[in-house]
Antibody
Framework: EVQLLESGGGLVQPGGSLRLSCAAS????????MGWVRQAPGEGLEWVSS????????YYADSVRGRFTFSRDNSKNTLYLQMNSLRAEDTAVYFC?????????????WGQGTMVTVSS | EIVLTQSPGTLSLSPGERATLSCRAS???????LGWYQQKVGQAPRLLIY???SRATGIPDRFSGSGSGTDFTLIISRLEPEDFAVYYC?????????FGQGTRLDIK
C-alpha cells in the first residue's frame, strides 16, 4: 500500500525550530517529486515547498523561503522539513504529498498530516 | 503568481442533484496544470482531477472536469451523500503552486 506518514509536529515558541519527517512506503520513492502543503485551522490549503526526486531541486513559497529547508534521504525513503524562525502564522496541519508521475504536477498521495502550533 | 478564485463560496444542493463548481485563474494557464481536490472534515485532501479533465485513480465517473485558459469547471453529475465536502482547485506551475480558497458543498 502506498503510504506517507508524517511526524515531528508539536508546540513550539515563536522564533523556535522544528523538524518534520515524512516516511514513505509502497512505491519507488526516488522516482517521485514530493512536497509539503499546510492548512491553518479553519482555513484553506497552502503549498509550502516541493523537491525533485533526486533532491537536487527545491522550491519554496514566499511565506517560508529563507526559514524552511526541504530535504530528502532516498536511502531511507524519508523527507525532512526543517522549520526555523517559526511564527504564529506557521501554525497549521502540515501534509506530506507525492507529486503524480508524468507531466502533471498534481498531488496524488497525501499523508494524514501533523499539527504544528507556534505559540508562547 | 497565479491567483485562483473559486465560486460559489458555498453551494447547497440535495443528493441526486448536479453540482457545478467554478475556478477562475488570474491569467491564462495550461490545462495540464489544473487540478481539483475533495476534502472532508478531519481528513486529508483527495485528488479528483488532474490535467483539468483526467480523473485520478479510483474516482467515480460522476466527477468530471473541463475548461481552458482562465475558466475551469468541476461537475458532479448526481450527488451522493459522501460528496458533501470542500473542493479546491489547484494550479501547479514550474516553480510555484497555488490553491483556490475552496467551495463548500453542503446538503440542502
Amino acid at each position: 500500500e502506498v503510504q506517507l506518514l508524517e511526524s515531528g509536529g508539536g508546540l513550539v515558541q515563536p522564533g523556535g525550530s522544528l523538524r518534520l519527517s515524512c516516511a514513505a512506503s509502497g512505491f519507488t520513492f526516488g522516482n517521485y517529486a514530493m512536497g509539503w502543503v499546510r492548512q491553518a485551522p479553519g482555513e484553506g490549503l497552502e503549498w509550502v515547498s516541493s523537491i525533485s526526486g533526486s533532491g537536487a531541486v527545491t522550491y519554496y513559497a514566499d511565506s517560508v523561503r529563507g526559514r524552511f529547508t526541504f530535504s530528502r534521504d532516498n536511502s531511507k525513503n524519508t523527507l525532512y522539513l526543517q522549520m526555523n524562525s517559526l511564527r504564529a502564522e506557521d501554525t497549521a496541519v502540515y501534509f506530506c504529498v507525492r507529486r503524480i508521475a508524468g507531466a502533471s504536477g498534481a498531488f496524488d498521495i497525501w499523508g494524514q498530516g501533523t499539527m504544528v502550533t507556534v505559540s508562547s | 503568481e497565479i491567483v485562483l478564485t473559486q465560486s460559489p463560496g458555498t453551494l447547497s444542493l440535495s443528493p441526486g442533484e448536479r453540482a457545478t463548481l467554478s475556478c477562475r485563474a488570474s491569467q491564462s494557464v495550461s490545462s495540464s496544470s489544473l487540478g481539483w481536490y475533495q476534502q472532508k472534515v478531519g481528513q486529508a485532501p483527495r485528488l479528483l482531477i488532474y490535467g483539468a479533465s483526467s480523473r485520478a485513480t479510483g474516482i467515480p465517473d460522476r466527477f468530471s472536469g473541463s475548461g481552458s485558459g482562465t475558466d475551469f469547471t468541476l461537475i458532479i453529475s448526481r450527488l451522493e451523500p459522501e460528496d458533501f465536502a470542500v473542493y479546491y482547485c489547484q494550479h501547479y506551475g514550474s516553480s510555484s503552486i497555488t490553491f483556490g480558497q475552496g467551495t463548500r458543498l453542503d446538503i440542502k
